[in-house]
């Protein structure tokens, strides 16, 4: 990657931190992201409602319910996968109004499923509040044959749909939640460069 | 500049203090298109002397054979207002610039709030003709003072129905922002336009509530204010130009024959900014477009609204 080049579509994660005018808290989080929602519980509470969906990750060990428990005993749903709680969401945001926040930790893929979510409720991206965690494996979408391969974390990856060899970018598109990636041996098959894990 | 040359077709006395012009080309073809919330700026030849005032056009973008503003007559100004009223008729000629909008709807919000104050209620007659279109909700409260000064009223009523909110001073109604801002359902976009007040009080308590930003909209022309004279110095034009205490520095130097641009005149759009490359004393910001910052920073400034009281001020034009 070049020295002092930054490509304008590659998403900020900024971390949690309380937006304090508000009038409600709406949070999302998912596997490991419940640390980030507990070291926010931490800083300081709000003094407005939160509301707390938290989904269990598939795979992924690490388990919160109980420390989240005993920082936040009000409104707080824990769903077995993202699916559930998705439908969740979905149910709850025609009832919230404008002056509730949004914050989401959770991987790539779970912060822009979220952001599709309250996208279609009229609430820009730039306004929820995101923190990455567990990995920063990227959603890669194929130029060629327009397949979103999931947790690529390498600089080239096999896309699912077409097996092509994609060079992931740090093009990012925030309608379809996932990096670029571009046919990386389409003027001499068969040479790649170094295949490196560098989105642990 | 590029200016359209306009004739007027009719005039309107629409309440005590506000007459509705409707304007039509002079060569009888049709104007530009436009979108909801755009204004125009019209050139007044006072005395030998160019007023440019912004004026919001109100009419339906769909209808492009006139255009329409509404001048409220301002007594304490520097004579524009009462130039539109006392001495442009029926058939005078006038020259425009076309159409730009620093107040356009947000095409992808759920919900739009429009909330206006007297005179402020034009930019919402073409964005209310833009939201009917669209088949978009919203909301309309319009404030004035008494029954006969709500300009529009009754034909806003009849396009709006139940949308239409009034709220007049003399029957003690008023707008309740914070019954109003708090109840409003996600990606709702608020928009207010009036005095200034009003529209410091809506900003205020959207940003309390918690609205983002880019959910709050306003549009606030001001008038350039009257100050003291001063000297400008003008570095690349490498002429001296006085301000008078009813010219602002834009005027003085559009007087002066340099060409500046301009959009808004009226503190909102920015485009007139000048680099400021030296100052001795104080420079009075106006303007609602620099940040706090930048006022502070003494580098920039608007000369549409701006003024400074300083014994040397030079400016990059």
């Known amino acids: ?103 989401v930790a959770g991987s790539q893929e779970f912060i822009w499923a979220v952001a599709d979510i309250v996208k279609a409720f009229g609430i820009d991206d730039a306004d929820v509040i995101k923190e990455l965690s567990g990995t920063t494996a990227r959603s890669v979408y194929c130029v060629h044959c327009k397949a979103i391969t999931y947790r690529a974390t390498t600089n080239v990856t096999e896309c699912i749909g077409c097996q092509r060899m994609l060079f992931v970018r740090d093009h990012f598109s925030r309608n379809l939640g996932a990096y670029m990636g571009l046919m990386v041996d389409a003027e001499d098959p068969g040479e790649l460069p170094e295949i490196e894990e560098i989105y642990p | 500049m590029s200016m359209l040359d306009v004739k007027v077709a009719s005039v309107e006395q629409v309440t005590p203090l506000i007459k509705h012009f409707t304007l039509i080309k002079e060569d009888g073809s049709d104007f530009p298109a436009f979108s909801g919330g755009s204004h125009i700026v019209v050139s007044l030849n006072i005395g030998g002397r160019v007023h440019r005032n912004p004026y919001s056009l109100m009419g339906a973008p769909s209808e492009p054979g006139a255009y329409h503003i509404s001048v409220r007559k301002q007594e ?100 309740d922002l914070v019954a109003l801002l708090s109840t409003q359902p996600l990606g709702t976009h608020v928009y207010v336009c009036g005095p200034s007040t009003m529209v410091a009080a809506t900003l205020d308590t959207a940003r309390h509530l918690g609205w983002p930003e880019n959910h709050i909209h306003s549009e606030q022309f001001l008038a350039p204010p009257v100050g003291a004279p001063f000297t400008i110095e003008l570095a690349r034009s490498k002429i001296k130009v006085q301000v008078p205490a009813e010219m602002s520095m834009l005027e003085a130097i559009e007087a002066a024959g340099v060409d ?40 920039k400034i608007m000369p549409c609204v701006s003024r400074a009281r300083c014994d040397r001020l030079v400016l990059d034009i």
């Open chain 1, 1 to 103: 990657m070049e020295v002092g080049y930054k490509i304008r579509s590659q998403p900020e994660y900024k971390g949690l931190s309380w937006q304090t005018r508000a009038t409600a808290h709406l949070i999302l989080a998912q596997g490991s992201g419940a640390k980030a929602v507990i070291n926010m519980l931490h800083q300081q509470h709000s003094d407005q409602p939160i509301t707390l969906l938290y989904s269990h990750k598939l795979g992924e060990e690490i388990n919160c319910d109980l420390e989240l428990k005993a920082l936040l005993h009000l409104d707080q749903h824990v769903f077995d996968d993202e699916k559930m709680m998705f439908k969740a969401l979905k149910l709850l945001l025609p009832f919230q109004y404008m002056g509730t926040r949004v914050y």
């Open chain 2, 76 to 175: 304490q100004s520097r004579g524009g207002s009462v130039f539109m009223h006392e001495v442009v008729d029926v058939g005078t000629t006038l020259q425009i610039t076309y159409p730009v909008n620093l107040f356009s709807l947000a095409k992808l919000g759920r919900k739009h709030i429009l909330i206006a104050g007297g005179i402020g209620i034009t930019p919402f007659m073409s964005q209310i003709a833009d939201l009917k279109r669209m088949g978009a909700s919203y909301e309309l409260h319009y404030a004035f003072r008494s029954p006969e000064h709500g300009a529009f009223a009754d034909q806003l009523s009849a396009e709006c129905g139940h949308q239409f909110h009034a709220y007049t001073d003399s029957n003690g109604t008023r707008i």
């Open chain 2, 260 to 299: 500046a641009d301009f959009l808004c005149r009226g503190g909102a759009c920015g485009r007139c900014e000048l680099q400021v490359l030296e100052s001795e004393g104080e420079l009075l910001h106006h303007d609602h477009f620099l940040t706090d910052a930048e006022k502070a920073s003494c580098k």
